[in-house]
């Protein structure tokens, strides 16, 4: 069978052993698991770790898979790689706290503390789904503004396929309870730029973080939470100021 192109990587995923990637005209193939290139593209940080995934998009986005093969996210994901000229871009850094700065080069974006690197998003989430952590507005909208003009103007992708831009002041706080027990209690909490998913399980805590344009973008509400989706949705379109991609919960409720 024909081989595109392999690569040999240590995957800290899996124990950090040794993995390979074999690019094949219908499909991908890492160890013993068959994926399709639409998985891969829709998402590649499930296969790989971040220092090669830009590097097998890249390569994918070289074969011409046409859009009667891609769903449409995966679609976006192959034309911005297709087109995006990174020569173009311009390191900045902002910070995100007193402790984290969030650094933006043409290798995407790393949180760090220090030196530390805490977290990493690919320059295509970010145009199609938003940051992973609460920016400013001006920083959201220059970064986009940023990717647009390194994508061409030949480029299919336009503002209208980015992740729309919310007004973090006119999202109302919310907090919602579940009791599963006396001693498990979950709480979904929104504020101004973030949302919270916690929880008291006997005597241990835990609490994830979700930005609001992952919130809005993924289906991350918990399903304990199922039934305050509506109003939590309506809560975040009322702070849209610039409405571009429909989220997936607008795409289920127009079917």
Not at 2 to 25: F, H, V
Not at 201 to 225: A, Q, V
Request: some cysteine; proline content about 3%.
């Amino acid at each position: 069978m024909e081989i595109i192109r392999s690569w040999t990587y240590i995957d800290p995923k899996r124990y950090n052993s040794e993995q390979t990637l074999t690019l094949y005209p219908n499909f991908i193939q890492i160890g013993d698991d068959k994926i399709s290139y639409e998985e891969m593209l829709l998402s590649s940080e499930n296969y790989l770790p971040f220092i090669i995934q830009k590097e097998v998009l890249l390569a994918i986005s070289a074969l011409d898979l046409g859009i009667e093969d891609l769903n449409r996210e995966a679609h976006l994901t192959w034309l911005f790689y297709r087109h995006l000229d990174k020569s173009l871009l311009v390191p900045d850094s902002c910070k995100v706290d007193t402790f984290r700065t969030l650094h933006f080069n043409e290798d995407g974006f790393q949180l760090k503390h220090e030196s530390k690197i805490l977290s990493q998003q690919q320059l295509h989430s970010f145009l199609l789904y938003g940051p992973a952590e609460n920016l400013s507005f001006e920083k959201r909208k220059s970064w986009t503004d940023q990717l647009l003009k390194a994508l061409g103007n030949s480029s299919p992708i336009a503002v209208q396929d980015c992740f729309s831009l919310f007004d973090y002041d006119k999202i109302k706080e919310q907090e919602f309870v579940f009791h599963e027990s006396e001693d498990f209690v979950y709480y979904f909490k929104i504020n101004k730029g973030s949302a919270f998913y916690e929880g008291e399980e006997f005597m241990d805590g835990f609490s994830h973080k979700i930005s609001i344009e992952h919130l809005w973008y993924f289906d991350r509400i918990p399903d304990k939470f199922e039934k305050h989706i509506p109003e939590i949705y309506e809560n975040l379109r009322n702070a849209i100021v610039e409405k571009r991609r429909d989220n997936w919960y607008d795409l289920i409720s127009n079917i």
